[in-house]
């Protein structure tokens, strides 16, 4: 059983460029989200896509965007990256219920 | 809006003694209650969960955690440690109504020392 399946593990990238990180899930939850994880914040909501076809922002959304292309995918797009996105994404899904969360392994990006 | 507070950023503890990981949280409305673990270079995987009923919960690897709504605590707490709990443990809070966004706090070093 897969879960939630992250892409890239790792990427560097220079500042300005551009990249995507995607996410899959295989449980069938409607929910989506994506999360960074910087040290001593814990892990602050990017954006989440409650059900196919929508999307809301998060509490740090700047500089960001994302996609839902189908129930299993969640993808999220930095257009122009800053060392200030250097950090630890995770995307997770839940059932809708409680919010539980299920996560991926993370991709670790760093922005020069 | 929710929030959670970790109120310790380190928790250094000798092997197989007891330990308690300090949560509070705010919120207007009736909650849910979570604590991740996450290894190092992991993700983070479910210790326990707190959704109604009983406000003792028992989760995995021996934690349990104890739901107190008069002084809006979910404190995390194992008996005897090991070496292997060394890792990083994280709040976190959904409500009942509305957008159920998980809310995390800014999570606890559990270090375990022979």
């Known amino acids: 059983n897969a879960g939630v399946t992250q892409t890239p593990k790792f990427q560097v990238l220079k500042t300005g460029q551009s990249m995507t990180l995607q996410c899959a899930q295989d449980m069938n939850h409607n929910s989506m989200y994506w999360y960074r994880q910087d040290p001593g914040m814990g892990l602050r909501l990017i954006y989440y896509?409650?059900?196919?076809?929508?999307?809301d922002k998060g509490e740090v959304p700047n500089g960001y965007n994302v996609s839902r292309l189908n129930k299993r995918e969640f993808s999220l797009r930095l257009e122009s990256a800053a060392p200030s996105q250097t950090s630890v994404y995770f995307c997770?899904?839940?059932?809708?219920?409680?919010?539980?969360?299920?996560f991926g392994e993370g991709s670790r990006l760093t922005v020069l | 809006a929710q929030s959670v507070t970790q109120l310790d950023s380190q928790v250094p503890v000798f092997e197989e003694a007891p330990v308690e990981l300090r949560c509070n949280y705010s919120?207007?409305?009736?909650?849910?209650l979570f604590w991740y673990v996450q290894y190092p270079n992991q993700g983070l995987q479910l210790l326990l969960k707190?959704?109604?009923?009983?406000?003792l919960v028992k989760g995995i690897n021996g934690f349990e955690a104890e739901f107190n709504k008069s002084q809006t605590s979910f404190h995390l707490r194992k008996p005897s440690v090991h070496i292997s709990d060394t890792a990083e443990y994280f709040c976190a809070v959904s409500v009942s109504t509305g957008r159920r966004a998980l809310t995390f706090g800014s999570g606890t070093r559990l270090q375990v020392q022979p």
């Open positions: 896509s409650a059900s196919e076809g929508t999307t």
């Open positions: 919120s207007s409305v009736s909650v849910y």
């Open positions: 707190y959704l109604s009923g009983s406000t």
């Open positions: 997770a899904s839940s059932t809708d219920r409680t919010g539980e969360l299920f």
